[in-house]
């Protein structure tokens, strides 16, 4: 529908009252978006640029590589950007680009306005942070080929791809929140969001809240499985009946094979994080920045493989009905992990040249800020009361780094490591020591509980007891 110049400056009229009775006192709509791409492009080109340069003079094999197959060399990132459009187009069925949050769906975007006008500070909110994450990655990539003396003509090259990825990674991301609702093909951006319908985008924006509701309340576990659903590959089956311990080792592992694919996903990109961060050239690298990336590759990865142990932290304070202690059961469940990791991370290190004692040191490190992780990560608990529910504003910052604190401590017992394999070994211990405080301030309840319970059968077995003398 074509609007007459009358009519689209009189909609225009009645979106800037709406905006004004809508966001009275709370600034820019676009203030969020516009701090989110600064904060991404600084972090993607400064930390991104370091690290393509250390990659670059630590295997200078790959700029060589480049040179001698330039046309294999320009496919790979056409690939990954082919790779990162699809995964936008699947992303927009559950989260689209033009998503506002639900108030203001109701209040104005419901009206008679059309879409294209009501939607846009959204859909430009989410152009502005893709394009700068890609503009920011695009240009780290070449600014680590020139620090590692490439020709800087390779710096625009990596700056068009960045462009060419932000425009596909944003037409597949809105093609995928239009997809059912309308044709896409090759139309307008206006003409795909007036397509979407109010009711359609107040579902996403509603997932979206609650969503961030549960990543600010400190449950990342409810947050992942709201947004991504498990597909069971087997039928429920019967664990065979066993000793209590030999019972937990068998359910972590038939939750495992249920799981199947995802388990596996996660498996791979464990063992892959595990592997490179424990090759000698890492080890051995100067730079600080280096080390901290696979220690949270591990860390993040490892969530998905203990399962288990997130299932038992989420019913502390419950008795067990095996009869087994909570720290029984928690080196029940995070014990396999460990030994794989032990074992992984100290044969890569023995196999790509380093020094035993360095690969020893390092294998014990990595494994105790692994697990140590995982227990702050299970037990974690909702933030201070303070910060629930606040989604904007320094309370919304705080409840994400409470979130993101067991990140944080993985990351900051990396650096630590980089000091030296006492060192290493001693923040990954401290990493372990917070975690299990953490969890044992988890069961205290449950203890004092128990106790009391316990104290009362007690003195009533006393009195039974002299209530029967009497009658003798």
């Not at 709370?26 to 400064?46: D, M, R």
């Not at 139309?187 to 961030?212: D, H």
């Not at 038939?254 to 996903?265: Q, V």
């Not at 604190?405 to 993985?410: D, E, L, S, T, Y």
Request: glycine share 10%.
């Amino acid at each position: 529908m074509t609007l007459s110049a009358e009519e689209l400056r009189e909609d225009k009229h009645r979106l800037a009252d709406a905006y004004e009775f809508r966001l009275k006192g709370e600034g820019n709509p676009l203030s969020g978006s516009l701090f989110a791409a600064y904060v991404l492009g600084l972090v993607g080109v400064i930390y991104g640029s370091v690290l393509m340069h250390y990659v670059f003079t630590q295997w200078p094999q790959t700029l060589t590589f480049v040179h001698q197959n330039p046309v294999i060399a320009t496919l790979i990132p056409i690939v990954v950007i082919a790779l990162a459009i699809l995964v936008a187009w699947r992303a927009g069925r559950t989260r689209g680009p033009a998503v506002p949050e639900p108030g203001f769906i109701e209040t104005i975007v419901r009206t008679d306005l059309p879409r294209s006008m009501t939607l846009r500070n959204s859909w430009r909110g989410s152009v502005i942070v893709v394009v700068a994450t890609c503009l920011g990655l695009g240009a780290a990539v070449p600014i680590g080929m020139t620090l590692a003396n490439v020709t800087p003509a390779v710096i625009p090259v990596g700056i068009v791809l960045g462009a060419i990825a932000a425009a596909g990674i944003l037409r597949a991301w809105l093609a995928g929140q239009v997809a059912g609702h309308g044709p896409v093909g090759t139309r307008r951006t206006s003409a795909l969001l007036e397509e979407l319908p109010a009711q359609a985008v107040l579902q996403q924006s509603l997932l979206s809240e609650s969503v961030t509701m549960s990543l600010t309340a400190g449950d990342s576990r409810r947050a992942r499985t709201q947004v991504f659903q498990l597909r069971l590959s087997h039928r429920p089956e019967r664990i065979a009946v066993s000793g209590p311990r030999a019972t937990i080792l068998r359910a972590d592992l038939a939750g495992l094979r249920r799981t199947g694919t995802a388990s596996l996903a996660w498996l791979v990109a464990h063992l892959a994080a595990i592997i490179t961060g424990s090759l000698a050239v890492v080890l051995h690298a100067p730079s600080p920045l280096v080390l901290p990336v696979f220690y949270l590759l591990a860390h993040l990865s490892a969530t998905g493989l203990t399962r288990g142990h997130q299932a038992q932290a989420d019913g502390a304070g419950v008795p067990s009905i095996l009869g087994l202690s909570w720290q029984e059961q928690t080196i029940l469940h995070l014990g396999p992990l460990a030994i794989v990791d032990l074992v992984v991370s100290l044969a890569t290190g023995l196999l790509s040249g380093a020094a035993p004692a360095l690969a020893v040191s390092h294998a014990l490190a990595l494994t105790l800020t692994v697990i140590g992780g995982q227990l702050l990560s299970a037990h974690k608990a909702s933030p201070p009361s303070a910060l629930i529910g606040m989604s904007t504003g320094a309370g919304g910052g705080g409840a994400a780094l409470w979130m993101a604190h067991p990140a944080i401590v993985v990351v900051i017992s990396a650096f630590l490591a980089h000091l030296g394999p006492t060192i290493a070994v001693a923040a990954g211990a401290f990493v372990v020591l917070i975690g299990w405080q953490r969890a044992a301030s988890r069961y205290a309840p449950a203890r004092l509980k128990e106790s009391i319970f316990e104290q009362a059968a007690a003195q009533a077995q006393e009195r039974a007891a002299e209530k029967a003398k009497k009658a003798k």
